[in-house]
Every structure is written in C-alpha cells, then in structure tokens.
C-alpha cells in the first residue's frame, strides 16, 4: 500500500554518523560530542521521515525511549538550513537597540 511505499522512500537511520553532510555542521558535532552513536527505534524511524519535510508526523513511545531528539533533530536540522534573514531594528542586542 501506500506506506509501504513512503517507508521504503525513506529508510530507518542506521547510526547518527549516516547524518554527517545531511545536517548543519554544528548540530553534528553536537550530537557526536553528547555521545549519540546508535538510534534508538522511535530516532531511527521517526527521524528519517521528518528530515525528509513529512510535517505530519505522530509517533507514539515510552517515557526515555528518546523520542524528544527524535523530533528537535529534525526539526532543528530543517530550520539551521533555512536561509538567513535579516530582521527590522536589528533584534535583541543589535546594533542601535537598548535604552541610552
């Protein structure tokens, strides 16, 4: 059927070093510096289908299965690959901000 063919378009990561080149040079030495080697299952196939931009993603796992680096892995990968934008006024602690 039709998830078969989105599984088989996407499959499970393997390990966390398969990510270098596929996310911000930052977030991977981050991840290698915390320790993450091997994927636990929820990481393994949840992480994949949302790097990939599938937004609608619902996945359900225990209490410290890892599912909250499941889902910011992604997330934060997606937005680090945005381009930068400046912002009006120069935001928080830019140029010409504060009270004198």
């Not at 599912?67 to 830019?94: E, S, W, Y």
């Amino acid at each position: 059927g039709a998830a078969g063919g989105i599984l088989e378009a996407c499959p499970p990561l393997k390990n966390f070093a398969s990510l270098k080149g596929r996310i911000a040079g930052f977030l991977f030495e981050n991840m290698t510096r915390m320790g993450y080697s091997v994927p636990t299952p929820i990481q393994k196939h949840a992480a994949p289908l949302a790097l990939d931009g599938r937004a609608d993603l619902m996945c359900c796992a225990q209490t410290g299965s890892g599912k909250t680096c499941a889902f910011l892995l992604p997330a934060i990968a997606l937005v680090a690959a945005q381009p930068r934008t400046k912002q009006a006024g120069g935001g928080a602690g830019g140029a010409g901000g504060g009270a004198g």
